[in-house]
């Protein structure tokens, strides 16, 4: 079984910074496209940030572009969120996800395996 575990989330106000962390289990790390994915109380999980197998494409939410880096480390099992000038609309529980996919997709339904999830909390 693949296991995802996010950490690295919590309060923090406006204009800071937060850095999410996601490791997976498994021996195949570096074979599975990672993204980040996010759910707002009420609303629907929506897509932030995907990864390519190698760390060599990325793909981003108009929302969160410039503003969020996503980044892996394959030697570590590990993929990263790096979250800069947050705002309180990035207030959400932030899902970790895997997919057994050569692209890189935004499209929920590609990912195979996902996180527990970890709260991230933007004051205003």
């Known amino acids: 079984q693949v296991q995802l575990v996010e950490s690295g989330g919590g309060l923090v106000q406006a204009g800071g910074s937060l850095r999410l962390s996601c490791v997976t289990s498994?021996?195949?790390?570096?074979?599975?496209?990672m993204a980040w994915f996010r759910q707002a109380p009420g609303k629907e999980r929506e897509f932030a940030a995907a990864v390519s197998r190698s760390g060599g494409n990325t793909d981003y939410a108009d929302s969160v572009k410039g503003r969020f880096t996503i980044s892996r480390d394959n030697a570590k099992n590990t993929v990263y969120l790096q979250m800069n000038s947050l705002k309180p609309e990035d207030t959400a529980v932030y899902y970790c996800?895997?997919?057994?996919?050569?692209?890189?997709?935004?499209?929920?339904?590609?990912?195979?395996?996902w996180g527990q999830g970890t709260q991230v909390t933007v004051s205003s």
């Open positions: 498994g021996r195949t790390f570096s074979r599975y496209t």
């Open positions: 996800a895997a997919a057994q996919s050569i692209w890189i997709s935004g499209d929920l339904r590609t990912y195979d395996y």
